[in-house]
C-alpha cells in the first residue's frame, strides 16, 4: 500500500513513517503544500493523509484541487484539536476522513485500512489508449478481447503511462510516481520496464505504443 503524507512538522512525519512502514506502507513525505500537492497529482496512492496548517498552499486547497481535477484518491485529514470548523470544511472540501491532533496511532492505522477498503468498492473506470485498456481494481491489462499478463511493477508503470497519455515522460517523473522516495537502485532500471512492456504490447500488434524520446522520456500513445 502507497501512502503519501503532506505534514511541515518534520518530528511527527518521521515517526508516522516509521510506524507505517512497520505497518507495511510505502511512505513519500512532503513537508510544503506546494510540493504536496505536486506528489499527489503526479503519483499513484493508495491514500493521502494531509495536515492543515501547511507552508505553501494549505490542505484546504490541496483537497479542493485535486477533487476538482478528478482525483479520488481516499484523503484522510489532520486537523487541530478544537478545531470543529477545520472538521467542517475537510469534509465540505472532500476529504473523506479527518484525524485530530494529537492522535493514536492504532486509530490512525484502523482509519487508513477502513479508507482503503470502501476506496475499492468505488469501482473505478477502466482506462483505455487505442485497443489497450486498463481495469484498475482488478489490476488486469487487455489489448482488445486479449489479456495481457504484466507483473504488479509493470501493472504500476503502465497504469501511470496509461493515465498520462501524450505527455513526455521523463525517467526520474516514472521513478518519482511509481517506486518510493528511498529507492536507491539503478534508475535504468525504468528502461527496464518500459522495455518488457513495450515487447507485450507489440506481441499483441496493439495500436497502442510506448515511444522513446531520446532525452526527453517516454510517450504512450496510438498509431
Not at 505553501?56 to 478544537?82: E, H, Q, S, V, Y
Not at 481494481?137 to 504484466?150: S, T, Y
Not at 518488457?196 to 500488434?205: A, H, V
Amino acid at each position: 500500500m502507497k501512502l503519501l503524507l503532506v505534514d511541515d512538522d518534520v518530528k511527527i512525519a518521521a515517526a508516522v513513517t516509521r510506524g507505517l512502514t512497520a505497518e507495511g506502507f510505502t511512505v513519500d513525505v512532503e513537508i510544503n503544500g506546494v510540493d504536496g500537492l505536486w506528489r499527489a497529482t503526479e503519483g499513484s496512492y493508495d491514500v493521502i493523509v494531509l495536515d492543515i496548517m501547511l507552508p505553501g498552499r494549505n490542505g484546504f486547497l490541496i483537497c479542493a484541487d485535486l477533487r476538482a481535477a478528478g482525483n479520488w484518491t481516499p484523503i484522510l485529514m489532520l486537523t487541530a484539536k478544537d478545531g470543529d470548523l477545520d472538521q467542517a470544511e475537510a469534509l465540505d472540501t472532500g476529504a473523506d476522513d479527518y484525524l485530530v491532533k494529537p492522535f493514536s496511532f492504532p486509530v490512525l492505522v484502523a482509519r487508513l485500512h477502513a479508507l482503503i477498503r470502501r476506496s475499492g468498492s468505488r469501482q473505478p473506470a477502466p482506462v483505455s489508449v487505442a485497443d489497450l485498456r486498463i481495469e484498475p481494481l482488478a489490476r488486469r491489462v487487455w489489448v482488445g478481447e486479449r489479456p495481457v499478463v504484466v507483473t504488479a511493477r509493470e501493472f504500476d508503470v503502465l497504469f501511470f503511462l496509461i493515465h498520462r497519455a501524450g505527455q513526455v515522460l521523463s525517467k526520474h517523473q516514472i521513478l518519482d510516481g511509481v517506486w518510493s522516495d528511498d529507492f536507491e537502485g539503478d534508475p535504468n532500471i525504468v528502461e527496464v520496464y518500459i522495455g518488457r512492456l513495450r515487447r507485450k504490447l507489440e506481441s499483441q500488434s496493439s495500436r497502442a505504443t510506448i515511444e522513446t524520446l531520446r532525452g526527453a522520456g517516454y510517450r504512450l500513445g496510438a498509431v
